[in-house]
């Protein structure tokens, strides 16, 4: 109790502050509120609706209450009389506004070295980094609605910290095929590996592995259309197909373009083992051509200050593997849980590079990584996370030309050792405190201190496995 | 807690049930294979396949069902004996809030023809996610194959105002509707209703077994209510605010929860603010559900001197309560208990 007293106490302290950080700060800020305002006025007007909704619900109950009380007197009679149901159909209009949800999601980051350094080797790669200071991180606005019998919508916009916003997920989703089929389209978040169709508010730890960072950019969203299907089996045997436009890291996006830009497949397994435990593993195949991937400030053979200009264009295939397993006293996750998962990607990629704008030659290397992760709700409403993540930068073959200038082996592996502290109030509220030891970067080690408050409002759609 | 839980296996299956069936198709299996002209190693091998795709298509003709919580797959297979497989999705110690949509749950629904669930919200962190990606149209909502038992029953505790200011509020009242027995009528109509619409072929037998459960259980709420006399205006502490239906049925008054708002953590200051309230309305026990956390009753307990009372909640909540018939035998003789 104490323990909690002095970080609820910390915590209040450190979060309070950015509010007046950014209320001097910016013009988008104001742009923001008043769309919030607006937001606001119209789930005021929704709530009157409801209201309504519910008082006539509750007049056409007060009839139907006795016609109850009168049949549960009369027990002995051997029929019962019907009782209609309690649920009022609302004709307003308003009854059928989509569910809208809002994450507020919040860190403190408190790093020493620049998260613009790459982790070494990936210079080529992305580098999502962290926010340092007080951020806005995470924050979304999530709408959902069935569109009929056959489709449902969602929309998820990501509220980005420094104004703006983008669009997350914009979807269309059909699962009344039948015969197991599901099918979507739009903007989605790939199904490959485990961790990638997740939300961030639902993350274990404040940021993804460095293998999600370096090699899919944190996360990987797709415009296209992706099919799965179910097996009648029962084992959980899913399989599914995705092609898109390749719109994010490592696709360079085949915008106006006819035909694909990136294909995926994946598949799943997963059951219980007794009512304990249950799993669920998978494998991914992600596969894009890149044409004219640019990266600055790529370390070379000569030294050059700030790196130089690199371009890549050729074949990139990504292999994956994931696995989760969770264990819950009694199969009451409520109360306590344990849960272990990992994922290996691997990225073989082939093709030309073009060295500081001037010198192409043949290049082709192997990048992989891998992280393992284990969280443990050791009493309700609080947990402890562990995360161990390393990355290998492959030996590239680079081609005659450019073999005095790009960097083939860097004899070094990056690796980071996270743990976490998070407590939820309710199921609605989460606080977490995260410390990392990042050795990502040769030379650079890291210690990095991340506090987060995560808060859903609003509809709270279910959570996948 | 070494109570053994039937947890995610299907109710005992009677002996008439299903695998009757099965050994008939056998039967008639066997006597066409006697039949064929075709013989030799090779035959035998094709007659396995096709055996195993024949009872296979036969798991489909029977009315699958995938029971969201022990009491419903309970009350199906009393409403559909042999004609149902049923697959319980959860079992009586977990907390069916927080149930997660693991992928053997989502595998299951999949071959569904009927989902018989509590609705209220109950399922809501979960249910839509096993829905959607099983890919099966026919338990979709909205569907002939999506029952929801709340559905047929007056709802209790709606929220005049919906805040999540007051916790864990379900804006379709209090889903925890299987604690007062009187419910199962309402709902075992609506349900073999559901069966009659899904099998037509069967409805004189569905018929028949509601009128026998009907018969059965009009004549053991006689007995309940009788053995229930004593619990009369009694007033209860609850661990959590899963017992309106309860109360409403036996008369029992609710004191005070030991959730401040339900779904939170207790504090020590406000716990200590239900022992005052304890001095001036005293209470015989604190109640709570088998699947709870037995940590908070007991520390009021013990202080209070009061009798923490776990009750079964649901079928396998307890040793006891292996039917419907037990769930209820069970919770009143705990009550009773409680009262000395």
Same mark, same amino acid.
């Given at each position: 109790?104490?323990?909690?007293?002095?970080?609820?106490?910390?915590? +209040?302290?450190?979060?309070?502050?950015?509010?007046?950080?950014?209320?001097?700060?910016?013009?988008?800020?104001?742009?923001?509120?008043?769309?919030?305002?607006?937001?606001?006025?119209?789930?005021?007007?929704?709530?009157?609706?409801?209201?309504?909704?519910?008082?006539? &619900?509750?007049?056409?109950?007060?009839?139907?209450?006795?016609?109850?009380?009168?049949?549960?007197?009369?027990?002995?009679?051997?029929?019962?009389?019907?009782?209609?149901?309690?649920?009022?159909?609302?004709?307003?209009?308003?009854?059928?506004?989509? &569910?809208?949800?809002?994450?507020?999601?919040?860190?403190?980051?408190?790093?020493?070295?620049?998260?613009?350094?790459?982790?070494?080797?990936?210079?080529?790669?992305?580098?999502?980094?962290?926010?340092?200071?007080?951020?806005?991180?995470?924050?979304?606005?999530?709408?959902?609605?069935?569109?009929?019998?056959?489709?449902?919508?969602?929309?998820?916009?990501?509220?980005?910290?420094?104004?703006?916003?983008?669009?997350?997920?914009?979807?269309?989703?059909?699962?009344?095929?039948?015969?197991?089929?599901? @099918?979507?389209?739009?903007?989605?978040?790939?199904?490959?590996?485990?961790?990638?169709?997740?939300?961030?508010?639902?993350?274990?730890?404040?940021?993804?592995? @460095?293998?999600?960072?370096?090699?899919?950019?944190?996360?990987?969203?797709?415009?296209?259309?992706?099919?799965?299907?179910?097996?009648?089996? =029962?084992?959980?045997?899913?399989?599914?197909?995705?092609?898109?436009?390749?719109?994010?890291?490592?696709?360079?996006?085949?915008?106006?373009?006819?035909?694909?830009?990136?294909?995926?497949?994946?598949?799943?397994?997963?059951?219980?083992?007794?009512?304990?435990?249950?799993?669920?593993?998978?494998?991914?195949?992600?596969?894009?051509?890149?044409?004219?991937?640019?990266?600055?400030?790529?370390? =070379?053979?000569?030294?050059?200050?700030?790196?130089?200009?690199?371009?890549?264009?050729?074949?990139?295939?990504?292999?994956?593997?994931?696995?989760?397993? #969770?264990?819950?006293?009694?199969?009451?996750?409520?109360?306590?849980?344990?849960?272990?998962?990992?994922?290996?990607?691997?990225?073989?990629?082939?093709?030309?590079?073009?060295?500081?704008?001037?010198?192409?030659?043949?290049?082709?290397?192997?990048?992989?990584?891998?992280?393992?992760?284990?969280?443990?709700?050791?009493?309700?409403?609080?947990?402890?996370?562990?995360?161990?993540?390393?990355?290998?930068?492959?030996?590239?073959?680079?081609?005659?030309?450019?073999?005095?200038?790009?960097?083939?082996?860097?004899?070094?592996?990056?690796?980071?050792?996270?743990?976490?502290?998070?407590?939820?109030?309710?199921?609605?509220?989460?606080?977490?405190?995260?410390?990392?030891?990042?050795?990502?970067?040769?030379?650079?080690?890291?210690?990095?201190?991340?506090?987060?408050?995560?808060?859903?409002?609003?509809?709270?759609?279910?959570?996948?496995? | 807690?070494?109570?053994?839980?039937?947890?995610?296996?299907?109710?005992?299956?009677?002996?008439?049930?299903?695998?009757?069936?099965?050994?008939?198709?056998?039967?008639?299996? #066997?006597?066409?294979?006697?039949?064929?002209?075709?013989?030799?190693?090779?035959?035998?091998?094709?007659?396995?396949?096709?055996?195993?795709?024949?009872?296979?298509?036969?798991?489909?003709?029977?009315?699958?069902?995938?029971?969201?919580?022990?009491?419903?797959?309970?009350?199906?297979?009393?409403?559909?004996?042999?004609?149902?497989?049923?697959?319980?999705?959860?079992?009586?110690?977990?907390?069916?809030?927080?149930?997660?949509?693991? !992928?053997?749950?989502?595998?299951?629904?999949?071959?569904?023809?009927?989902?018989?669930?509590?609705?209220?919200?109950?399922?809501?962190?979960?249910?839509?996610?096993?829905?959607?990606?099983?890919?099966?149209?026919?338990?979709?909502?909205?569907?002939?194959?999506?029952?929801?038992?709340?559905?047929?029953?007056?709802?209790?505790?709606?929220?005049?105002?919906?805040?999540?200011?007051?916790?864990?509020?379900?804006?379709?009242?209090?889903?925890?509707?299987?604690?007062?027995?009187?419910?199962?009528?309402?709902?075992?109509?609506?349900?073999?209703?559901?069966?009659?619409?899904?099998?037509?072929?069967?409805?004189?037998?569905?018929?028949?077994?509601?009128?026998?459960?009907?018969?059965?259980?009009?004549?053991?709420?006689?007995?309940?209510?009788?053995?229930?006399?004593?619990?009369?205006?009694?007033?209860?502490?609850?661990?959590? =605010?899963?017992?309106?239906?309860?109360?409403?049925?036996?008369?029992?008054?609710?004191?005070?929860?030991?959730?401040?708002? !339900?779904?939170?953590? !207790?504090?020590?200051?406000?716990?200590?603010?239900?022992? +005052?309230?304890?001095?001036?309305? !005293?209470?015989?026990?604190?109640?709570?559900?088998?699947?709870?956390?037995?940590?908070?009753?007991?520390?009021?307990?013990?202080?209070?001197?009061?009798?923490?009372? &776990?009750?079964?909640?649901?079928?396998?909540?307890?040793?006891?309560?292996?039917?419907?018939?037990?769930?209820?035998?069970?919770? @009143?003789?705990?009550?009773?208990?409680?009262?000395?």
């Amino acid at each position: 109790m104490f323990k909690k007293t002095i970080l609820s106490v910390a915590l +209040t302290t450190l979060l309070s502050q950015p509010f007046y950080t950014f209320a001097a700060e910016s013009s988008d800020l104001q742009a923001l509120r008043s769309e919030m305002a607006q937001l606001k006025l119209q789930y005021q007007q929704l709530e009157k609706r409801l209201q309504q909704a519910e008082v006539n &619900a509750q007049q056409a109950q007060a009839g139907s209450q006795q016609a109850v009380v009168a049949s549960q007197q009369a027990v002995e009679v051997a029929r019962t009389q019907t009782v209609p149901s309690s649920s009022p159909a609302a004709s307003s209009e308003g009854a059928f506004n989509p &569910a809208m949800s809002l994450i507020l999601a919040g860190t403190y980051g408190q790093v020493k070295q620049s998260p613009a350094i790459p982790a070494t080797g990936f210079a080529m790669n992305s580098n999502p980094g962290h926010q340092q200071g007080f951020n806005l991180g995470e924050s979304e606005l999530g709408i959902t609605a069935n569109i009929d019998p056959q489709f449902r919508g969602v929309a998820t916009m990501a509220l980005a910290p420094a104004g703006g916003i983008t669009v997350e997920n914009a979807f269309v989703q059909n699962s009344g095929l039948g015969n197991g089929l599901n @099918l979507k389209f739009g903007r989605f978040f790939s199904g490959l590996g485990y961790l990638n169709e997740q939300h961030a508010h639902a993350w274990d730890f404040v940021d993804q592995p @460095l293998v999600y960072a370096t090699l899919w950019n944190n996360q990987i969203g797709e415009d296209g259309v992706q099919l799965k299907w179910l097996a009648p089996t =029962d084992m959980f045997i899913e399989l599914g197909g995705e092609i898109g436009r390749g719109r994010s890291f490592p696709a360079t996006d085949r915008q106006n373009r006819n035909g694909t830009g990136a294909g995926t497949i994946f598949a799943h397994i997963g059951d219980d083992i007794g009512f304990e435990h249950s799993w669920r593993a998978g494998a991914s195949l992600y596969d894009t051509k890149r044409v004219n991937a640019a990266s600055a400030g790529v370390p =070379d053979l000569l030294g050059t200050v700030g790196g130089v200009n690199t371009q890549f264009s050729g074949d990139s295939r990504t292999m994956g593997l994931d696995f989760v397993w #969770k264990y819950s006293p009694n199969g009451n996750t409520a109360n306590r849980y344990f849960k272990v998962q990992g994922e290996y990607f691997s990225r073989r990629e082939t093709g030309m590079l073009t060295y500081n704008a001037a010198v192409t030659d043949t290049f082709s290397n192997t990048q992989s990584g891998w992280y393992l992760q284990s969280v443990y709700q050791f009493m309700p409403h609080w947990r402890a996370g562990m995360r161990y993540d390393q990355l290998n930068p492959g030996t590239a073959t680079v081609g005659v030309l450019n073999a005095g200038n790009v960097i083939s082996n860097y004899a070094f592996k990056p690796t980071r050792t996270s743990v976490m502290l998070d407590y939820s109030p309710s199921e609605f509220s989460r606080l977490r405190l995260q410390l990392a030891n990042d050795q990502s970067r040769q030379g650079l080690t890291d210690n990095q201190l991340f506090i987060q408050y995560i808060m859903s409002l609003g509809a709270h759609g279910a959570h996948q496995y | 807690m070494a109570r053994i839980s039937i947890s995610s296996l299907p109710p005992s299956p009677s002996p008439t049930s299903g695998r009757g069936e099965f050994n008939g198709i056998v039967y008639k299996m #066997k006597h066409q294979i006697q039949h064929t002209e075709f013989k030799g190693k090779i035959m035998k091998k094709i007659v396995a396949v096709l055996f195993l795709l024949f009872t296979h298509t036969t798991a489909h003709a029977e009315v699958n069902v995938f029971a969201c919580e022990p009491e419903w797959a309970a009350l199906t297979q009393l409403l559909a004996g042999k004609q149902a497989t049923i697959y319980t999705a959860t079992g009586a110690l977990q907390d069916p809030h927080r149930v997660e949509a693991r !992928p053997s749950l989502i595998a299951k629904a999949r071959r569904a023809n009927l989902v018989v669930c509590t609705g209220a919200e109950l399922e809501v962190a979960w249910l839509p996610v096993i829905l959607r990606e099983s890919g099966n149209s026919a338990v979709q909502v909205g569907s002939a194959g999506y029952f929801l038992a709340a559905q047929s029953v007056k709802m209790l505790d709606v929220p005049t105002h919906l805040d999540r200011a007051n916790g864990d509020v379900h804006a379709g009242g209090n889903p925890h509707i299987q604690t007062d027995a009187r419910n199962f009528l309402p709902i075992a109509d609506a349900l073999s209703k559901r069966l009659v619409q899904l099998d037509p072929a069967n409805s004189a037998y569905y018929q028949q077994q509601l009128a026998t459960f009907n018969q059965q259980w009009h004549a053991a709420l006689v007995k309940w209510e009788k053995q229930a006399a004593p619990l009369q205006g009694v007033s209860i502490l609850v661990q959590h =605010d899963g017992f309106p239906y309860l109360n409403q049925w036996l008369g029992m008054k609710q004191i005070a929860s030991l959730e401040p708002k !339900p779904g939170m953590e !207790p504090s020590a200051s406000y716990l200590n603010s239900v022992l +005052t309230t304890l001095q001036q309305h !005293p209470v015989k026990m604190v109640i709570r559900a088998a699947y709870q956390d037995a940590r908070p009753s007991e520390w009021i307990a013990e202080r209070a001197h009061l009798h923490a009372v &776990a009750l079964p909640y649901t079928v396998g909540g307890s040793d006891k309560a292996i039917d419907l018939f037990s769930l209820f035998d069970d919770t @009143l003789a705990q009550l009773l208990a409680g009262l000395k």
